[in-house]
């Protein structure tokens, strides 16, 4: 499913931008590998004048130089994966493929269960993942009970009600459980969650906690009327 003037599925901020500066600084350092790699050349070392010296390619420098740009692709990687999670908050749903790509709400999730971010590609805006949701309530968790295989239920009591605009004191809900999806937190007594719960039972909700849960509420509060005017799109209505 990381501030709203900053899809966001699934992470503090504070975590959030200290990934991004470390993989910004091993994006960096991979670079002047490259650069450095890119600028060596084969000397013949103490070969005496006149010898006449092999310019075949040294094949202990192709292995280097692969790795060099493994190493590469690796922490461009990390980047992106970073600078996904605040996509959600930059105006764009998790795994919104037009927004900076990534996040733990995006996560394909395993065990046959589907999320946004797993179907086929496609994204989500912020107003189509708010359409999408059956509901979106923040509360205290206050019961946690396995509900089947690979889902669990949930028991809140709801301090405030966002979509629909209200309803009862104490909410019940079955879902997926966060143990089977990649990069989605527990959900555990006790703690003060924002719940996005989507439409179709076979995708993961969203939860998120401390200052997650106020910056995306305040994404969701700003989006709520263009949701509104929003049809949930193919395929996750």
Known sequence: MDGPD?????????????????????VRLALRMIGEEAGRTDRPGDAMPGVLVSRRPDPRRRRRTAAV?????????????????????????PGDSAAPPGTRSTAAAEGGQSTAADEGGQGQTLPEWIACARTIVVGDVT???????????????????????RGDRRFTMDVVDPRVAQDRPPIEEGTRVLVV?????????DTFEGGQLTRYRS???????????????????
Do not use: Y
């Not at 900053?6 to 091993?26: F, I, K, L, M």
């Not at 990390?78 to 749903?93: I, P, R, W």
């Not at 019961?143 to 605009?165: H, M, Q, S, T, Y």
């Open 6 to 26: 900053e899809r966001a599925h699934q992470v503090t901020p504070a975590g959030s931008r200290a990934g991004a500066d470390e993989a910004e600084q091993a």
């Open 143 to 165: 019961e946690v009970a396995p509900n089947g295989e690979g889902r669990i239920e949930v028991g809140l009591d709801v301090e405030e009600w966002i979509k629909p605009a």
């Open 69 to 93: 740009w493994a190493a590469a692709v690796a922490a461009c990687a990390a980047v992106a994966v970073t600078v996904t999670f605040s996509g959600l908050l930059s105006g764009k749903a």
């Open 197 to 205: 719960l989507p439409r179709r039972a076979d995708q993961a909700a």
């Open 219 to 237: 994404a969701v509060m700003g989006a709520l009327d263009d949701a509104g005017r929003t049809t949930c799109p193919a395929p996750w209505n």
